[in-house]
């Protein structure tokens, strides 16, 4: 069946330093692929999605290539700020269904 | 943006009560969803509908019914509440091929 398995948490780092939350999926067929953080308090949202192999998404300075040969879809930011505090989950899709598989979920700390 | 509203926000109950969590999403979506989210085990998705009057299982659907009668509204009923369902219980609508799922702020329920 499908399945999402990212880095666990929970992640701690120093403003300022680089973020890679590392995300693999198996899957039998040609999903759409996402990453979706919760803010504490809230819903998770979408971060953003990639529908296409080979393809990046990006939004707020975190981006992830979506990389079929690999079967990854790692979440990376160049500089995180405390403001990036929150749970960041990787999660599949298929048409077909309207499922969608989510990760475990990995929780970044950013401390000042 | 997709709006999804969740009442209650915070539910008290006994062993072996029976609660209901009601879900209404406002933008037409065809799909609403229903998932609890603990500790370790990130999303698990408990029940799914695609219309009024469809029902599809998730993945823990033990313990727990739902029905949905309009295309707004989406109700999670636990009719003998148990301590193992104490969570916090996130609704989401999705529309047919959009694939983005758009999430409720949860529902904290604690069953003493």
């Known amino acids: 069946g499908d399945s999402v398995t990212q880095t666990e948490g929970p992640v701690t780092l120093s403003e300022g330093t680089s973020l890679t939350v590392n995300c693999s999926y198996e899957?039998?067929?040609?999903?759409?692929l996402f990453w979706y953080v919760q803010y504490p308090g809230e819903g998770p949202q979408l971060l953003f999605k990639?529908?296409?192999?080979?393809e990046k998404g990006s939004n707020r300075g975190f981006e992830a290539t979506y990389n079929k040969e690999a079967t990854s879809f790692h979440l990376q930011k160049a500089s995180v700020q405390e403001s990036d505090s929150a749970v960041y989950y990787c999660?599949?899709?298929?048409?077909?269904?309207?499922?969608?598989?989510f990760g475990d979920g990995t929780q970044l700390v950013v401390k000042p | 943006e997709a709006a999804v509203t969740q009442s209650p926000r915070n539910k008290v109950t006994v062993t072996g009560g029976n609660v209901t969590l009601s879900c209404r999403q406002t933008?037409?979506?065809?799909?609403m969803y229903w998932y609890r989210q603990d500790t370790g085990h990130g999303l698990r998705l408990i029940h799914y509908?695609?219309?009024?009057?469809?029902?599809q299982i998730g993945d823990v659907p033990d313990g727990y019914k739902a029905t949905r009668t309009t295309q707004e509204d989406f109700f999670l009923l636990l009719e003998l509440a148990s301590p193992s369902q104490t969570s916090l219980y996130f609704c989401?609508?999705?529309?047919?091929?959009?694939?983005?799922?758009?999430f409720g702020p949860g529902t904290r329920l604690l069953v003493l």
């Open positions: 989401a609508s999705s529309d047919f091929n959009q694939d983005t799922q758009y």
């Open positions: 899957t039998k067929q040609y999903p759409t």
């Open positions: 990639v529908p296409k192999a080979n």
């Open positions: 999660a599949l899709t298929q048409n077909s269904n309207n499922r969608i598989f």
């Open positions: 933008n037409s979506h065809n799909y």
């Open positions: 509908s695609y219309g009024a009057g469809n029902l």
